[in-house]
T-cell receptor, first 114, second 113 residues
Framework: ETGVTQSPTHLIKTRGQQVTLRCSSQ?????VSWYQQALGQGPQFIFQ???????GRGNFPPRFSGLQFPNYSSELNVNALELDDSALYLC?????????????FGPGTRLTVL | QKEVEQDPGPLSVPEGAIVSLNCTYS??????FMWYRQYSRKGPELLMY????GNKEDGRFTAQVDKSSKYISLFIRDSQPSDSATYLC?????????????FGKGTKLSVIP
């Protein structure tokens, strides 16, 4: 069983640019959640996709957007990058979208905004 | 007040010690409690998952939940240098917004040989 994978591993962008991060969910999982983890902090929920629809969103502005594809892989897009967007971006997949579904994380993409 | 409070440490213990990690929370809707281990510059790895109050044991790890006190713990017995990592508690609930995990800040643990 393949685990959650993310690409790229690292990314350096400048302020104002746009970035796309990718996530492949674990086999058998139909739900992907994205989290932002700043240095020294716990992950913060960005949004969740369930069966290709956004299922819920945390306290992040609209310049954070996403997609989920028919194979349940997902993208996170961030427009108009700001310095504070520098963080580790994590995706987690699960078998369903309920609170009791265990979420399994990928290795993350480290984004640096200069 | 944050929904989940976790002492960030750092916590340094000798090899073989018993480690106790704790989180408190304020949201009564939380029903599912997890502990994740995160090595430096890696993604979190699910260690323990418990539902509501009670204890759960898995090898050297024991997770404890006390819903009346809104307090959860993770105990590590016979700690090893390979246990050196950041430990994150996480919680989710039922109803609206139940899908998201709410994390503590993480406790950085070092086990000294």
């Amino acid at each position: 069983e393949t685990g959650v994978t993310q690409s790229p591993t690292h990314l350096i962008k400048t302020r104002g640019q746009q970035v796309t991060l990718r996530c492949s969910s674990q086999s058998g999982h139909n739900t992907v959640s994205w989290y932002q983890q700043a240095l020294g902090q716990g992950p913060q929920f960005i949004f969740q996709y369930y069966r290709e629809e956004e299922n819920g969103r945390g306290n992040f502005p609209p310049r954070f957007s996403g997609l989920q594809f028919p194979n349940y892989s997902s993208e996170l897009n961030v427009n108009a990058l700001e310095l504070d967007d520098s963080a580790l971006y994590l995706c987690a997949s699960s078998r369903g979208a309920s609170g009791y579904n265990e979420q399994f994380f990928g290795p993350g993409t480290r984004l640096t905004v200069l | 007040q944050k929904e989940v409070e976790q002492d960030p440490g750092p916590l340094s213990v000798p090899e073989g010690a018993i480690v106790s990690l704790n989180c408190t929370y304020s949201n009564s809707a939380f029903q599912y409690f997890m502990w994740y281990r995160q090595y430096s510059r890696k993604g979190p790895e699910l260690l323990m998952y418990t539902y509501s109050s009670g204890n759960k044991e898995d090898g050297r790890f024991t997770a404890q939940v006390d819903k009346s006190s809104k307090y959860i713990s993770l105990f590590i017995r016979d700690s090893q240098p390979s246990d050196s990592a950041t430990y994150l508690c996480a919680m989710s609930g039922t109803g609206a917004g139940s899908y998201q995990l709410t994390f503590g800040k993480g406790t950085k643990l070092s086990v000294i040989p």
